[in-house]
């Protein structure tokens, strides 16, 4: 009785080739992929141009403002978004490139510029919070013709190398002369200490600084 149990057990389960199994398995894939891209409408190109696209929902539009700023003695007006950095203005919209973005963040110095007599980093101000403010640029110091004493310094005494970082350097010294007609040593590295030099030319900018305090005191007849 045994035997024949298993003989009969044996006939009920079908017998499966290799070639069987794997001429199974690519049908059912086949039947799959078919489905798949069934339930996936494709639109020709008039009918894509026809359907309406969603209004996008959450996103703020931008907005402009129009500023007035008092740039090296003219006013100049601009359209830009109230986030809209000074220093971002006067590259972007009033094509003054003297100032320099390089930290962006407020801790190199390269985009200094003097905003009511104060050195000021121009990428931690906003355009719309400089209106009101006599701002000075280093295009507004002088000119390759005409020198300011501080920029002709600058180039007597070599106190420059890649040259990015020098418009702050320049800005910031002139200031100080400003300020201070005979500064010493000490009191120019302290005035420069917001300013960095990737270069390493710190030792010619002091000494740029005090050559020009020099020529100016000479300029105006003092000692």
């Keep these: ?10 006939s009920l389960v079908p017998e499966v080739s290799r070639r069987g199994f794997l001429k199974g398995m690519g049908v059912g894939a086949a039947a799959t992929v078919s489905a798949a891209t069934a339930v996936v409408p494709t639109l020709d190109a008039d009918a894509q141009a026809e359907t309406p696209v969603p209004a996008a929902t959450g996103r703020r539009l ?9 740039i090296n003695g003219e006013q100049r007006t601009a359209d830009v978004e109230p986030r ?19 930290c962006d963040r407020g801790s190199c110095g390269g985009c200094t510029v003097i905003a009511d007599g104060r050195n000021v980093y121009s990428c931690m101000m906003l355009a719309v919070d400089a209106q009101g403010k006599k701002i000075t640029t280093v295009e507004g110091l002088g000119t390759p013709e005409k020198m300011h004493p501080v920029q002709q310094a600058f180039v007597e005494q070599d106190a420059l190398m890649c040259g990015f970082c020098t418009p702050g350097f320049v800005m910031t010294c002139a200031n100080l002369l400003q300020h201070n007609p005979n500064p010493t040593m000490d009191e120019v590295r302290h005035a420069c200490a917001g300013n960095l030099c990737r270069c390493g030319t710190y030792p010619r900018v002091f000494e740029a600084a005090l050559s020009a305090a020099k020529n100016m005191r000479q ?5």
């Design 62 to 70: 931008k907005r402009t403002v129009r500023v007035t700023l008092n």
């Design 1 to 10: 009785m045994d035997n024949e149990a298993e003989e009969h057990k044996d």
């Design 219 to 223: 300029m105006k007849g003092g000692a």
């Design 84 to 102: 809209t950095t000074l220093l971002n203005t006067l590259r972007d919209h009033l094509d003054l490139t003297g100032a320099k973005k390089i």
